[in-house]
C-alpha cells in the first residue's frame, strides 16, 4: 500500500508487518517502527513468544508433599526387585 507524503509529493512504499502474538497483519502509516501491534496492543508484536524448555521447571512446579514423597520411594522400592 502506499500513503502520498503531501510535503514532499512521493510516494512512501512501506511493507506489510506482523505481530509474532496475534498474527495480524497491517500496513504502517508511517516509516517509524510501531511501538505496537494495532489489533491485540502487545509492544512485543516483532518478538517471538518464549518457550519453557524441557527441563526448565520452575519451584512451583517442584512442590513435593510427604504423601508424593512416601509415594515415589515406594515406586522406586517396586522397582528394585
Known amino acids: 500500500m502506499c500513503y502520498n507524503d503531501n510535503t514532499m509529493n512521493n510516494n512512501i512504499r512501506l511493507p506489510k508487518l506482523t505481530c509474532l502474538r496475534c ?3 497491517w500496513t504502517p502509516r508511517y ?3 510501531p511501538e505496537n501491534c494495532p489489533h491485540c496492543h502487545s509492544p512485543y508484536w ?5 518457550t519453557l524448555k524441557k527441563g526448565n521447571v520452575g519451584l512451583s512446579n517442584k512442590i513435593h508433599t510427604k504423601e508424593a514423597e512416601n509415594e ?3 515406586n522406586n522400592q517396586a522397582t528394585d526387585y
Open 23 to 25: 498474527e495480524h497483519e
Open 31 to 33: 516509516e517509524k517502527k
Open 46 to 50: 516483532n518478538k517471538p513468544r518464549r
Open 72 to 74: 515415589d520411594k515406594e
